[in-house]
């Protein structure tokens, strides 16, 4: 509570304020987060339900989205798929961090051994083209939306043990470490303590734009028919059922397109915000 | 120089090992009996049995390891279990068209990027900057396999103009390549802009202006030269993703190349197939990080070889 009281008194945060972009990606995501928790009370029909009388009908007042090749509202699939998007987001960003943040943190506070062993697992794992490595893990793993996140949040460890690490590295020599440790601080009390909450707003700014990148690749293992499955209202999955129809009925591929689009941009518009807030020195790297 | 290079050439060696042990762990992994998928569901098990002592299965793994490297070695894959032909000759053909795909993605999305980014960064804040910047928004935001579908349905399913899919003709290429090219393209005139903007503030520039040099010269010569190097660096970083954006790009538009032929012989648990692919388009990435390394050594002057 104490650091969220601080932040909002912070400079930072008024340099977010006044940063129209970052203000219309939080727009976004509030709608994204109120729209995920609120879905059963918003969506005017119920997500599951097939109507055969009323397959792939184009949109109305009825159905504002249409209705796909079973029958079903579109929009409320779609307000449903809401909740899969922001938790395949969460989950997968939490995992690389639950993984990168100790390992990248004491591989760059300890260096030496343990850094070289950890560096050149970091060098093989990021040999393999991301995406390529998450559909491995996901066949590896077993077709489904769970081992889908799981997927693309291993694909993300060595990126966030990277940057840690640099970060640490660099945080380590400055002469408030130096002081604590000539009190006699134990080393897990100074990586904790000291060096840790230097390197958090890289480690916030990277993983608001990490979820962005998870989105789309769950819901491109979702397309590929390795993430979600049906009858899951997950935007991807959606997509590639939608897909057969696109000569006939192209709403039902348009919409939850648009969907992934609108969650996506509205994290890189809130991570580049933070970015530009939380680092003035790289103020010109997006506007 | 030739000392720098030949020490990243020697670094390739772990990480090459490193690559295909995980290759050949997460294939051993992947669910289902090679054997049975070789013998056939309705195979008797002395067969079974027969055809996994005769492909080297029934050998602890390290033993089984060093058979595939053995055979690696010898540009060996094994033969895939659908069609029985060689894994490299399946592979070979699909391969060459992912690399052009891919080839031609990233060249548009140097010209492109590079294009918009630095007309971006001489008139920063004009309606083209803003037009160019929302535009690459979009560009980084869209799903690459919603993308392709969308201009499908414009260009080819609406307006006739190219076709929906398939090889053969050079108006194939358009789609798929434009599709696939998308989001790098927006990303690297991000890039080229703000590392433009960067260098176009800086001390040397004035000093190049206040000799006279045209504004042409001077963002020419002096501020692209200098930012080209974070602009490698992000091609560099964007081959590897693009290479994972092929797969959806190959499957939206029914492109004959590795990476849907990668997830075909996953379902189809066409395991050889699997790790021949996993393995050459990984191989093909170390080779590509390692010639973007070298080309930044060249261009930053500054850099050192140790």
């Known amino acids: 509570m104490e650091m969220i009281t601080r932040f909002i008194k912070s400079d930072a945060f008024k340099r977010l304020k006044r940063n129209r972009v970052a203000m219309i990606g939080m727009i976004v995501l509030i709608i994204l987060f109120g729209v995920a928790i609120f879905a059963p009370y918003i969506a005017p029909h119920d997500p599951y339900s097939q109507d055969f009388f009323q397959t792939l009908q184009s949109p109305s007042w009825e159905y504002p989205f249409g209705t796909d090749d079973l029958g079903r509202c579109i929009f409320s699939r779609i307000l449903h798929g809401a909740r899969y998007s922001v938790s395949i987001g969460f989950i997968s960003v939490s995992i690389g961090l639950a993984v990168g943040v100790p390992v990248g943190a004491l591989s760059g506070y300890f260096g030496g051994k343990l850094d070289l062993i950890v560096q050149r697992f970091v060098d093989i794992m990021m040999a393999f083209p991301g995406m390529l490595l998450a559909i491995i893990i996901v066949s590896v793993m077993g077709v489904g939306l769970v081992n889908a996140m799981i997927a693309v949040g291993i694909v993300n460890i060595p990126q966030y043990i ?20 000539a009190i006699g ?65 192209h709403h039902a591929t348009t919409f939850p397109g648009l969907a992934i689009m609108i969650a996506v941009m509205g994290f890189n518009l809130f991570g580049d915000g933070l970015r530009d807030a939380l680092d003035p020195r790289m103020r010109h790297d997006n506007a | 120089m030739s000392v720098y290079i030949l020490r990243r050439l020697l670094l390739l060696i772990p990480v090459l090992l490193g690559v295909s042990m995980i290759v050949f762990g997460m294939v051993r992994m992947l669910p289902g009996d090679p054997a049975v998928a070789i013998a056939g569901v309705h195979a008797t098990p002395e067969y079974i049995q027969h055809v996994r002592s005769q492909m080297g299965l029934d050998e602890p793994l390290p033993v089984q390891y060093g058979i595939f490297m053995r055979d690696l070695m010898r540009g060996d894959l094994g033969r895939s279990t659908r069609t029985r032909q060689p894994v490299l000759t399946e592979i070979w053909p699909r391969f060459i068209n992912t690399m052009q795909l891919t080839a031609i993605a990233l060249a548009i999305a140097t010209v492109v990027g590079i294009t918009a980014g630095v007309i971006s960064a001489t008139r920063p804040y004009s309606i083209y900057d803003q037009a160019s910047m929302v535009l690459s928004l979009f560009g980084v935001s869209a799903p690459v396999f919603w993308l392709g579908l969308i201009l499908m349905l414009i260009f080819a399913v609406n307006l006739g103009w190219l076709p929906s899919s398939g090889t053969g003709t050079i108006w194939h290429f358009i789609l798929p390549s434009v599709t696939l090219a998308a989001q790098s393209t927006a990303l690297v005139a991000r890039m080229t802009r703000s590392s433009m903007l960067e260098v176009l503030g800086k001390d040397y520039i004035v000093t190049a202006r206040s000799k006279g040099l045209t504004e042409r010269v001077i963002n020419i010569k002096h501020a692209l030269r200098n930012a080209l190097i974070s602009i490698v660096t992000i091609l560099g970083l964007r081959f ?40 050459m388009l990984a191989m093909l990435f170390v080779l590509i990080n390692l010639f973007v390394d070298i080309l930044y050594a060249f261009l930053d002057p500054q850099i050192q070889y140790e």
Request: glycine residues 12%.
């Open chain 1, 162 to 181: 990277r940057l840690i690490r640099g970060d640490v590295m660099t945080v380590k020599n400055e002469e408030h470490v130096e002081a604590a440790r």
């Open chain 2, 240 to 279: 590897g993703i693009l290479l994972g954006g092929a797969v959806l790009t190959e499957t939206v538009f029914s492109w004959p190349g590795v990476g849907r032929l990668m997830v075909d012989s996953i379902l189809a648990r066409d395991y050889p197939v699997v790790q021949g692919s996993v393995l």
């Open chain 1, 185 to 249: 601080r134990g080393d897990g009390m100074i990586i904790l303590k000291h060096v840790l909450p230097h390197c958090l707003a890289p480690i916030i700014v990277f993983s608001s734009l990490q979820i962005a990148t998870a989105i789309l690749w769950a819901a491109g293992l979702g397309f590929l028919g390795l993430g979600a499955q049906a009858p899951t209202p997950e935007w991807g999955a959606m997509l590639s059922q939608g897909r057969g129809y696109i000569r006939t009925a």
